[in-house]
């Protein structure tokens, strides 16, 4: 069997990605199409067309593009460049960063000329990055090319655009190859495979919790018995301690695989646990606990009926209330942000957004979850992890106070102007560090 890098090695790929007078194919024209090919995982040619479309260009194509009447009027027609076109193709896998409209759209092309359309096998960089990186909300190829320092100058220029997606696709083949990829198949649909914020194991394979030590960023472990039952679910900091207490535990239990998976904030690995503790042994939910408080609290979880012991109170159920309706933590993806109800953290309510892009979208999200909050008891704070779950809270806040925002509701429904203002000022003072997905498990 060929190793993942030769498996890769031996394909040839073209991006393509075509500037047109608009989306509709059968009226619509090409006015530019850039080309590159990567072979053997390097660029190694490109090649770049201005199109004479004999239509008129539209005005906002023309600021979209930067490509006027003026630019084309000495251009050949598509149909003198099409031999170059598919003789610089050939045979190879076909690439753009939205296959769904290239392809067909020069496939149109062909037909309109008596031609047949193309068969080459496609794949599509912008479908690759969703199945890559779960929950991005904007894959565009600008911002693909920010998050990984892709030189990309001109967007909405085919050849640069080209270049870029080349680029991409090179990172993407490499990150396969790095995660021993074993079939030419799992390129086309990587999905549950390569994901960029997890890493699964089963027992007998060559590694171990060593990678969690250099991870950057929280993280939940889940490990599994047989049948999948879930036997232990963890969310960590990544302290020596957590580490300990994980390694310990897949030393006294018979496991079968384990995932782990990134988060942009403790809170976030937190409340995707919390489905997990209420399954687990009175035993196992005290060593859990026990741990949880030694890492962030250096207190230990202890006493009879499992009550806590503290030199010093933390805060009592009277007091949770105060802390506020809604928080906003950082997503792991930058340039996004989560928020729960803070009184019910669960994954089914929560909201993922960018700001300001999605201002309305989280209004409207505020206002519906704001008039139920009293109605979604079944969601709470499991009973042995609220003192915990309020008591991290309030000290967070009180001790980094810019890593999230917690706030009543009473404040966006008064005055949406202070709530985004007091947004921007948790933006401000929260800039992301750790750089996912270019860092990735």
């Known amino acids: 069997m060929p190793s993942p890098k030769q498996l890769l090695k031996d394909l040839s ?16 024209k090409i006015i530019e ?5 990567v072979e053997k995982l390097k660029v190694t040619e490109s090649r770049d067309f201005l199109v004479q479309p004999n239509i008129k260009i539209p005005e906002f194509i023309q600021k979209l593009t930067s490509i006027t009447p003026n630019d084309v009027k000495d251009s050949e027609i598509f149909e003198n460049i099409i031999d170059e076109v598919l003789e610089f193709i050939g045979d190879s896998i076909i690439v753009a960063h939205n296959t769904a409209f290239d392809v067909p759209f020069l496939n149109s092309e062909l037909r309109r000329m ?13 479908l690759m990055t969703k199945y890559l990186i779960p929950n991005i909300l904007n894959s565009n190829l600008n911002y693909m090319s920010r998050l990984f320092n892709i030189e990309h100058k001109k967007a909405h220029r085919a050849i640069d655009d080209a270049k870029a997606t080349a680029e991409l696709l090179l990172i993407y083949l490499n990150i396969f190859i790095e995660k021993k990829i074993n079939k030419v198949n799992h390129i086309y649909y990587p999905k ?3 994901e960029l914020d997890r890493h699964s194991m089963k027992k007998g394979e060559k590694g171990s919790l060593k990678f969690c030590e250099e991870l950057q960023t929280p993280f939940l472990i889940t490990i599994k018995g047989e049948n999948g039952v879930v036997l232990l679910a963890y969310p960590s ?3 020596t301690e957590d580490i300990a207490f994980i390694t310990n535990f897949l030393k006294t239990v018979e496991w079968v695989n384990y995932t782990v998976r990134l988060y942009g904030d403790f809170l976030e690995a937190f409340i995707n646990f919390l489905p997990h503790f209420q399954r687990k042994s009175v035993e196992l939910k005290k060593d859990i606990l026990t741990n949880l408080y030694q890492v962030h609290f250096n207190k230990l979880y202890s006493g009879p009926n499992n009550k806590l012991t503290l030199t010093k109170s933390l805060d009592q159920v009277s007091e949770k209330k105060q802390v506020g309706d809604f928080i906003v933590i950082p997503h792991l993806v930058p340039e996004q942000l989560v928020i729960y109800p803070i009184h019910l953290p669960h994954n089914k309510l929560q909201l993922t957004f960018r700001y300001p892009a999605h201002q309305k979208k989280l209004i409207q999200y505020i206002n519906s979850k704001a008039s139920r909050l009293d109605k979604h008891l079944k969601n709470r704070v499991p009973a042995q992890l609220e003192d915990f779950y309020f008591s991290y809270l309030n000290q967070r806040h009180a001790t980094v106070g810019h890593t999230l925002m917690m706030f009543p509701k009473s404040l966006p429904l008064k ?11 948790f933006l401000t003072n929260n800039i992301q560090t750790y750089r996912y997905p270019k860092d990735y498990i």
Do not use: H, V
């Open 33 to 37: 199409i850039g080309m590159t090919k």
């Open 415 to 425: 005055s949406c102007d202070t709530f985004f203002a007091e947004l921007d000022k």
């Open 192 to 194: 549950n495979r390569y």
């Open 237 to 239: 900091n990544n302290t």
């Open 114 to 126: 008596g031609r047949e359309p193309l068969t080459n096998k496609s794949i599509c960089t912008n």
């Open 13 to 28: 790929f073209t991006i393509i990605d075509l500037e047109t007078t608009g989306g509709n194919q059968n009226k619509d």
